[in-house]
């Protein structure tokens, strides 16, 4: 289960599956302000992340999920299962904020 | 025909930046290379602080960089390291085919050298259930480019100071230390074989997995492009600092 802690003014979820993955978001009225997807896996192509965390911005979580399901990209270590659990709780941490 | 290149120790800039040249051009080519001075290289998708004490590599005066592979952070010292480039009809239409492929090489390489080491998870190679291979990918169009280290030695002390265990991991492998984890073939076998010996094991398996090799050098063409990345990439505060 990915677990949540505040870290800078972000809210921060990391999970191992296969290989470490963490997640950092800025909130505000459910809207993101900044995506950080970071850690040890595979993608590819590697730019598929670049654009999801530009994407993200000015969305809101709904959209970001959606985006992933239909985003062309190949996962090692992590699945897109992952990325959705660790960005929805990164997400619903950032309302304590 | 796969060219091999037996390489020399180089600056991390320019490995990496040789690297990519071999990604970009057309050949088929495995480089074995090392490192000078140590350095540290990380994963693509990194966090830069989390993995690696930045502040500790500056004060010791060892260079770092991101890498456009995925996978882990990396401190490059007694180590063999090897790339190895193609097309991916013949290093894998997937990435875990390319690492299935590839590190089975090196697995077979290993025992050349009297070393029953076999893969764990999806880029390691372990001996007694402690890492002595890292393993990273990178693909472009067809091409595949696959990198990765086989320790000869390790100073302990230098990778427990400068590389970092982020919160989970630590506790998923019960670890108190980054080196913990490691073993090195002077470990395994009493001693380090000589480069010659090692490059026989690798050149041997080549042949094995990947038929007709030829012991061939860089063209000037690869020479210059590796330069170019090196200084324009690679060297830039911008690329290792994008995340």
Redesign the interface.
């Known amino acids: 289960m990915p677990s949540t802690k505040t870290e800078n003014g972000y809210s921060a979820s990391e999970i191992k599956s296969g290989k470490y993955l963490k997640v950092m978001i800025k909130v505000k009225e459910n809207i993101i302000e900044e995506l950080i997807i970071h850690g040890d896996f595979f993608a590819f192509p590697e730019d598929a992340i670049d654009v999801l965390e530009k994407n993200a911005k000015g969305k809101t979580l709904d959209d970001v999920l959606k985006f992933i399901d239909e985003l062309d990209v190949h996962l090692v270590g992590i699945s897109k299962e992952d990325l959705k659990s660790v960005i929805k709780k990164a997400f619903e941490g950032a309302k304590s904020l | 025909m796969l060219r091999v290149i037996i390489d020399k120790r180089r600056n991390p800039y320019f490995n990496m930046g040789l690297d990519e040249a071999l990604l970009l051009g057309k050949t088929f080519t495995l480089r074995l290379y090392g490192w000078e001075p140590p350095s540290v290289t990380f ?5 830069i602080n ?2 690696i004490d930045i502040e500790k590599c500056e004060k010791l005066g060892v260079p770092y960089t991101r890498r ?6 990396v401190l490059h010292m007694y180590e063999l390291t090897y790339s190895i480039v193609g097309h991916k009809d013949v290093l894998g239409k ?3 085919e390319s ?1 299935e492929i590839i590190l089975e090489f090196i697995v077979s390489a290993l025992k050349n050298l009297g070393i029953n080491a076999k893969r764990e ?3 390691d190679i372990v001996v007694n259930n402690k890492k002595i291979s890292g393993n ?4 472009k169009d067809d091409r595949v480019l696959q990198h990765g280290t086989i320790l000869l030695d390790v100073n302990r002390e230098l990778m427990d100071l400068i590389l970092k265990i ?4 630590s506790q ?1 492998k019960k670890l108190k230390r980054v080196s913990d984890r490691v073993t090195t073939i002077k470990e395994v076998l009493g001693k380090i074989p000589s480069r010659d010996v090692i490059t026989s094991a690798f050149v041997e398996s080549a042949m094995e997995h990947f038929g007709k090799i030829y012991i061939g050098s860089l063209n000037e063409n690869e020479i210059i492009l590796a330069e170019e990345l090196a200084n324009a990439k690679y060297k830039n505060r911008e690329w290792i600092f994008r ?1």
């Open positions: 994963g693509y998708f990194q966090r989390e993995f456009i592979s995925g996978g882990g952070a997937w990435p875990e690492f998870g999806i880029n990273a990918q990178a693909r982020p919160g989970v991991k998923d995340k």
